[in-house]
C-alpha cells in the first residue's frame, strides 16, 4: 500500500486517513552538484584526521573520553558496547554530567558498580555517569547502573533523570527478568535498580517524554512481527525521580488504514494517529507486539531513536525489507508525532543505494532546526545532519573502523555534541567547533 500526496490510499483505505502535507521531495532528496559530499549545505566537506579517529569539516575539533577498559577504580573499568547517551547540567564551573547505556547482555566488558546500583549480578550490561569540564576534559567517571541488560538508547525526562533501555525480552542464565526501562540520577543520589514496569517489557529502543504532560513515547526493535510505537501515560501527573513507579496506561500507535509505516514514503505526509490499550504490559505470557493481530495495530520494522522536541517525539526507522516482511523498502525514516494534532508526519527518508543509509540513535540541533542522525548501517559509518528544509549532510565519518555511531546529544549549553563509537573500543567524542555556520 502507498500513501500519495493527495491523500490516495490504494487499497480502499483512503477514507480512513486524514492526510496533510508539507515538505517536498527536492528538498528531501537532494542531488545538486556537491550534495554527496556536503559542499551543497551542511558545514562542508569532511576533512581526513590524520590520526585516522574521526573526520569532521573545517573548524570542527574532538576529545576522546571514556574509551572502553579505561581504568575507573580498583578492579572497575569502562564497559563495552558504547550506546545511548544524554547531557545534564554539572551544576559548578560549567561542567556537564553525561549518563550513557552499554548494550551488553552476557558478554563483553562488564558494567560493575556499587551493589546497591546493581539489578542482576548475571547480566552485563549497565550505564556509566561521565563528568566534563567546560573544555571537554574528563574529570570523573563511575559505573551507575549495573546488572541491567542490552541497555540500547532510552531517553532524559524533564527532571532530570536518564531512562535507560533494554533491548531485550529476557536471557536464560540471568537471575532477574529483563526487557525493562529503568531511571537514573546523574547525581548519583537516588538512583535505585528497580524496573519501571508501567512501561511494559518489550525490546526497548528509546523514549520521548513530553514535557507539558510526562507522557513518554516508546520504541521497540523487533520482528517476527515487527516492532510497535508506545505512549506512556503516568496515573500520576507530577514531575520528579520515581514519578512513573506509580504506574500508568501503556497503548500502542494505530494509524487507520496503515499496517506498517514503512507504506508511506513520501515526506510531509501527515496521518491521523489513535492509540490501543495494552493488555498485559508485563509481558507474562505473550510478548506486547504479538497480543495484536495486524489489523489491529500498526507495526515497523528496526524502530530506534527518540527524542523530544518543538512539541513533538520525534522517532526513527532505521530501514526496512520487504524480504524481511515489510510493506515497502527505505534506508530510514525519521517520523514526528504530535500529540496537539494527534498525527505522525513522515519527516525525512533515505532512498535504498544511496549515501546514507539505516539511521539509528537522533537528537535535534540546536543549530538551523536539524537533527543529527547516528548512522548504523552498511560500509562508512557517519553522523548525519539536516538543515531546516530536511537536507542531509554527512557531519563526521568514522575513520577508525566500521563501527556504528551511537548517544548523539548536546551539552546543555549546545557548545559542545557529544557522540559514541559502540566498539573497536568503544569510545566517547567531545567535538565542537563553528554551529552558527551551518550552510542552507
Not at 538551523?368 to 542531509?392: F, K, M, S, W
Request: proline share 6%; glycine share 14%; net charge neutral.
Amino acid at each position: 500500500m502507498s500513501v500519495t500526496r493527495r491523500g490516495v490510499v490504494k487499497g480502499g483505505a483512503a477514507g480512513a486517513l486524514s492526510i496533510a502535507l508539507a515538505g517536498s521531495l527536492d528538498s528531501i532528496f537532494q542531488t545538486s552538484a556537491g550534495a554527496d559530499t556536503g559542499e551543497a549545505f551542511g558545514y562542508g566537506p569532511l576533512i581526513p584526521d590524520p590520526k585516522g579517529v574521526l573526520d569532521l569539516p573545517k573548524g570542527f575539533s574532538y576529545k576522546v573520553l571514556s574509551v572502553e577498559g579505561d581504568p575507573i577504580s580498583d578492579g572497575v573499568v569502562v564497559p563495552g558496547k558504547h550506546d545511548g547517551m544524554a547531557t545534564y547540567p554539572g551544576g559548578r564551573l560549567g561542567r556537564t554530567r553525561l549518563v550513557r547505556n552499554h548494550e551488553q547482555g552476557g558478554s563483553g566488558t562488564k558494567a560493575v558498580a556499587r551493589p546497591e546500583w546493581t539489578y542482576d549480578p548475571a547480566a552485563y550490561g549497565g550505564t556509566t555517569t561521565l563528568e566534563v569540564d567546560r573544555d571537554g576534559d574528563l574529570v570523573s567517571q563511575y559505573v551507575s547502573l549495573a546488572g541491567t541488560a542490552v541497555n540500547c538508547a532510552g531517553g532524559r525526562t524533564p527532571w532530570g533523570t536518564w531512562l535507560t533501555c533494554e533491548e531485550t525480552e529476557g536471557f536464560t542464565g540471568q537471575t532477574k527478568s529483563h526487557g525493562w526501562v529503568f531511571e537514573v540520577d546523574p547525581t548519583g543520589r537516588r538512583t535505585r535498580p528497580e524496573p519501571l514496569t508501567g512501561l511494559g517489557r518489550f525490546a526497548h529502543e528509546a523514549v520521548a517524554v513530553d514535557p507539558h504532560t510526562n507522557i513518554c513515547y516508546l520504541t521497540e526493535d523487533a520482528s517476527k512481527p515487527f516492532g510497535l510505537f508506545y505512549r506512556f501515560t503516568p496515573r500520576h501527573h507530577r514531575s520528579g525521580y520515581h514519578a512513573y513507579m506509580a504506574g500508568g496506561t501503556l497503548e500502542a500507535l494505530r494509524v487507520p488504514g496503515v499496517k506498517d509505516l514503512s507504506a508511506v514514503q513520501e515526506p510531509g505526509t501527515r496521518l491521523r494517529a489513535t492509540w490501543v490499550k495494552v493488555a498485559d504490559p508485563s509481558a507474562k505470557q505473550t510478548s506486547i507486539r504479538k497480543q495484536y493481530e495486524d489489523e489491529q495495530i500498526t507495526r515497523s520494522q528496526k524502530l530506534e531513536g527518540a527524542w523530544w522536541s518543538r512539541g513533538k517525539a520525534y522517532f526513527v526507522a532505521s530501514y526496512s525489507d520487504t524480504g524481511a516482511g515489510a510493506a515497502a523498502d527505505h534506508a530510514g525514516q525519521v517520523w514526528t508525532y504530535c500529540p496537539r494534532t494527534r498525527t505522525v508526519e513522515l519527516e525525512l527518508v533515505f532512498k535504498p543505494g544511496g549515501r546514507f543509509d539505516s539511521p539509528d540513535n537522533i537528537t535535534v540541533s540546536p543549530y538551523g532546526g536539524g537533527v543529527i542522525l547516528a548512522e548504523d548501517g552498511d560500509g562508512e559509518q557517519y553522523l548525519i545532519g539536516t538543515n531546516r528544509r530536511n537536507q542531509p549532510f554527512a557531519f563526521a565519518r568514522n575513520a577508525a573502523n566500521d563501527s556504528e555511531f551511537c548517544g548523539v546529544t548536546f551539552s546543555p549549553d549546545g557548545r559542545t555534541l557529544f557522540a559514541n563509537r559502540q566498539s573497536g573500543p568503544g569510545a566517547t567524542f567531545a567535538v565542537t567547533g563553528p554551529w552558527h555556520r551551518l550552510r542552507g
